[in-house]
């Protein structure tokens, strides 16, 4: 079971980024998805998340607007569209998957996850 990241980089504010994560060794269609994301000094937060299934999907309020997650279950891959993005985005960012339906309640929170990416660096600087 594999979660591998990708698409990071630098880019400058009010630009934009598109985050993949493809799936190996298990079926996403099966799987809870989420993108986290660990700034300097501060701990692992939940940026946005999906349950299975035809269900919308969660954003923390710091990126509502801006960030659109979505998934191709055909290609095994999920994916983090960033738009304006700001210096304070900067961060490493996770993809993460557990298996089954989320609660609303715990679609954010990492430790509702098993399954984990190894991180890309997002970093937003003029």
């Known amino acids: 079971v594999q979660l591998q990241a990708s698409g990071g980089g630098l880019v400058q504010p009010g630009g934009s980024l598109r985050l993949s994560c493809a799936a190996s060794g298990f079926t996403l269609d099966y799987y809870a998805i989420g993108w986290f994301r660990q700034r300097p000094g501060k701990e692992r937060e939940g940026v946005s998340c999906?349950?299975?299934?035809?269900?919308?999907?969660y954003y923390a309020d710091s990126v509502k607007g801006r960030f659109t997650s979505s998934r191709d279950n055909a290609k095994n891959t999920m994916y983090l569209q960033m738009n304006s993005l700001k210096p304070e985005d900067t961060a490493v960012y996770y993809c993460?998957?557990?298996?089954?339906?989320?609660?609303?309640?715990?679609?954010?929170?990492?430790?509702?996850?098993?399954?984990w990416g190894q991180g890309t660096q997002v970093t937003v600087s003029s």
């Open positions: 999906m349950s299975i299934g035809d269900g919308g999907a």
């Open positions: 993460a998957a557990r298996f089954n339906r989320i609660l609303a309640s715990m679609c954010l929170d990492p430790n509702s996850y098993n399954y």
